[in-house]
């Protein structure tokens, strides 16, 4: 999944996001090996994963969460 | 989707820091042993977040233990179980020195490795570095083999013949199926209902006896400040509010009474409340940019205590969502097999009765019950034979967990947590308590439970792990709103508009809940007559502070 919170470039694929992240929005990408926010809209802005970065790797941007309808 | 099947001696749910004792003590007796937490056991839970403080008692500070005590007992409104606030004080030394041990991030000053120790009340507190304690427990129960699942849900203990078997639960990444035989199990899923951990929910739909007293749990912070958790940590060193019209407010040295006199304010339309930075001293500047040196140096922040200013609050509230009932000191509950520990056996209220006293007076009794249910989840397991699970119920509990992902469409769990959060935390209903308001939430919960939560839909592991989350907050909010109701008194941090004052001594009690049939049954159990206050001692003596309204 593309998104703009975690810079590819500086991720070394170290897991340590993944393990912090207390709402399961951060998974390892089996094929590229490094993180990749999955469940942006789970983020509770918590700031583990941004602090505990050893590469500064992570900037997060949790939005104002979007429209949510009652049934899908 | 595949299925797993785990045998151990000793099954435990959850890994704070009750959860982490309770396996590290059941495996130092030689016990195949197992953790799975929903999170990253040691990261994601309530225990990584706790960096206030843990509270240690030791003898040779010139603190007497029953002065100590009686404090705890009249600050707790008389509600706290003594026997346990004696053992969880008596045993905090030791727990400490092993999390010590172990490696946990305290904080220390000068040489002797002093800790920093800060005297809420009569106890002392040893501060907490960055990384909380959680890791470090981690470790230790790795290092000494105790297996570690990560990132499964568990949704429903494992019962046959009132005697529970293990649990039952899937994988958030794959989505496999998961089945822990076990001689013994330890529930340690954490507090408050929803977010970090499902309380006794899984006990109780196993037909465990509970408890829940409506004794919630206010942390108003500065939370939305940029920079937020460094300026909450900050709050703690510094507690100097003014009103609506910037004028002092007066509040006792104690977390929790400053949140509920905030939340009274503002009721009474004396807010926004502002945290008042602009009366700090330098000294007071120094204290707070220490304590968030040490609980946030990692995080961005704009905020500086030294700029002064008035912050407005904001609030948060998280309620009693109840914890199982332990019927002796090894932690056992009323079912076969299963013991409890930390929050989900309600060892903090146990422990400090009706009132959070001081920062660190959850970890403490979390860490000392989880030491003793592991012990005695390890005794069970050494007295009875391999359990055998029928199939039957296994067939059963696989088709309550995938349900809601076989669905081609339903509710969204992202919508559901949120109404649910909509009912349950405004502060008319949570802290500011009327049989009306608590009538109508649970109106609303009644019809979310039985037209919303069936036909939830989940379109992956994830989502499906949001759902079962549903399923137990859904409960935990049903729980709390029926002991609110039920308990017809005001007390500690339960206040009832309608009946707002104590009532000695029909309330000296604890609320008791059991599924009876798929209703939920309550009543009372008296606290022991010796741990009555004095009643020659007036009222206003013997419960220094104030309801609105009384």
């Not at chain 2, 408890?211 to 939370?223: D, E, I, L, Q, S």
């Not at chain 2, 970890?363 to 005695?376: D, H, I, K, M, Q």
Request: proline residues 6%; contains cysteine; aromatic residues 12%.
């Amino acid at each position: 999944m593309q998104n703009s919170w975690i810079n590819p470039a500086l991720c070394i694929g170290c897991g340590t996001c993944v393990k912090h992240c207390p709402r399961d929005v951060i998974r390892l990408d089996e094929n590229s090996k490094k993180a990749v926010v999955k469940y942006p809209e789970d983020c509770i802005n918590c700031q583990f994963c941004q602090a505990y970065c050893p590469q500064k790797a992570i900037k997060i941007k949790p939005t104002p969460k979007p429209q949510i309808v009652s049934w899908k | 989707m595949n299925e797993k099947m785990v045998t151990t001696d000793v099954l435990v749910i959850g890994g704070g820091i009750a959860g982490c004792f309770a396996a590290i003590k059941a495996r130092e007796k030689g016990l195949n042993v197992t953790l799975v937490d929903m999170g990253y056991a040691g990261y994601t839970g309530a225990t990584r977040w706790s960096l206030s403080g843990f509270i240690v008692y030791n003898p040779e500070w010139g603190i007497d233990l029953q002065s100590c005590i009686d404090t705890i007992s009249k600050v707790g409104e008389y509600i706290n179980d003594r026997e346990w606030t004696e053992i969880i004080l008596k045993e905090s030394w030791q727990v400490f020195q092993e999390l010590l041990s172990w490696g946990a991030d305290f904080r220390f000053e000068g040489p002797g490795r002093r800790p920093y120790v800060e005297e809420f009340l009569p106890i002392p507190v040893i501060r907490i570095g960055e990384m909380g304690v959680g890791p470090a427990c981690r470790k230790h129960a790795e290092d000494i083999g105790v297996k570690i699942f990560d990132r499964i849900m568990i949704t429903d203990l494992l019962k046959c013949d009132d005697r529970i078997l293990g649990a039952a639960g899937f994988s958030l990444y794959s989505g496999d199926l998961y089945i822990f035989k076990a001689k013994a199990t330890v529930l340690a899923t954490g507090g408050f209902g929803y977010g970090t951990g499902s309380s006794a929910a899984l006990a109780y739909k196993a037909g465990a006896e509970i408890t829940c007293n409506g004794f919630n749990h206010t942390w108003p912070g500065a939370a939305s400040y940029p920079g937020g958790w460094p300026a909450v940590a900050a709050r703690t060193v510094f507690m100097r509010f003014v009103d609506g019209e910037w004028k002092r407010i007066d509040h006792p040295p104690n977390e929790e009474l400053v949140d509920l006199s905030l939340v009274f304010l503002i009721h009474a339309g004396k807010g926004p409340i502002y945290w008042d930075l602009d009366s700090a001293t330098s000294d007071d500047i120094e204290r707070m940019k220490k304590r968030i040196e040490n609980t946030y140096p990692r995080f961005e922040t704009t905020f500086n205590p030294a700029q002064g200013g008035k912050i407005p609050m904001d609030g948060h509230a998280v309620y009693d969502s109840g914890g199982a009932w332990l019927i002796n000191k090894k932690c056992a509950t009323s079912l076969l097999g299963l013991f409890a520990a930390g929050w989900s056996g309600y060892a903090s209220i146990l422990f400090r009765g009706a009132y959070h006293h001081a920062p660190g007076d959850g970890l403490t009794p979390s860490a000392v019950t989880g030491y003793r249910a592991g012990l005695g989840a390890a005794e069970h397991a050494f007295q009875v034979d391999d359990v055998t699970v029928n199939n039957n119920i296994l067939k059963e509990v696989k088709e309550k967990i995938y349900a809601p992902i076989k669905r081609r469409s339903g509710f969204d769990p992202r919508w559901t947590t949120q109404i649910i959060y909509n009912i349950m935390t405004p502060y008319f209903v949570s802290l500011v308590k009327h049989k009306d308001r608590l009538e109508a939430a649970l109106t609303h919960i009644e019809f979310i439970r039985d037209n919303i939560v069936p036909k939830l839909y989940a379109k992956d592991p994830h989502e499906l792990w949001l759902v079962h989350e549903i399923r137990s907050a859904i409960l935990n909010a049903e729980i709390s709103l029926r002991a609110s109701l039920f308990r017809t008194e005001s007390r500690g941090t339960h206040f009832r508009e309608d009946y707002p004052r104590r009532v000695d001594p029909d309330w000296l009690a604890w609320v008791k809940l059991k599924d009876d049939g798929g209703r939920m049954r309550l009543w009372k159990e008296p606290i022991p007559q010796k741990w009555w206050p004095d009643f020659s001692i007036p009222y206003e003596e013997r419960y220094p502070r104030r309801f609105p309204g009384e």
